[in-house]
């Protein structure tokens, strides 16, 4: 599995690696797929997960202007989840790339560009997507609520976000389109099988 990107009012999924990569390109957005398997270990520490990905994450500070990485991990045990998902699920802009490689768990990157529908790019373990500077987005984690993610910074303070006013995200259902996705007539309103 890797990226999937849904359409939801052209009722359209992407899952070509390559359609996707054509998809995201005017957007400014790039994909990659890193090798996962074998690479940690289910216990490995934050900095285990650094060192085990250290050349990937060389060559991104290389090709950006990335200072200092990261690892977040997000379970449901993390304490004030909630709260801390409410920072991210409403639409936002950072003034800096947000560049996040998932090594565990998946989650959903709404995006809402100048030109083109909203889309939602669906990610998972071996994903790496870069969000630019400026672009309107959200972010929801998939019903598991878990994700394990390196992220690379350009400021070591890291992202601020700055948040929309027109609630955009309010329309669209934080849900992932994975394997317990059912298609249903409704654009809008996702079916879900219980």
């Known amino acids: 599995m890797m990226a999937t990107i849904t ?98 768990g998946r989650g959903v990157f709404w995006i809402n560009p100048v030109e083109g529908p909203v889309f939602s790019i669906e990610v998972e373990a071996g994903d790496l997507i870069n969000v630019p500077a400026g672009t309107r987005h959200w972010f929801h984690l998939c019903t598991n609520r878990s994700i394990r993610c390196i992220r690379l910074f350009e400021d070591a303070s890291g992202w601020t976000p700055e948040y929309a006013q027109d609630g955009v995200d309010g329309a669209y259902a934080p849900v992932c389109w994975g394997p317990e996705y059912v298609a249903s007539d409704r654009v809008d309103t996702p079916a879900i099988k219980l």
Do not use: Q
């Open 7 to 104: 359409i939801p009012a052209e009722d359209r999924r992407i899952t070509d690696r390559d359609e996707i990569a054509r998809h995201l390109a005017p957007v400014g957005i790039w994909h990659e797929c890193w090798p996962v398997e074998g690479r940690i270990g289910a216990e490995a520490t934050n900095d285990d997960i650094l060192a085990a990905y250290a050349p990937e994450i060389e060559r991104l500070k290389e090709r950006g202007a990335f200072v200092t990485a990261d690892v977040i991990n997000v379970s449901p045990d993390t304490p004030n989840l909630d709260a801390m998902l409410a920072k991210f699920d409403k639409e936002h802009t950072h003034s800096e790339d947000e560049v996040r490689f998932t090594v565990a």
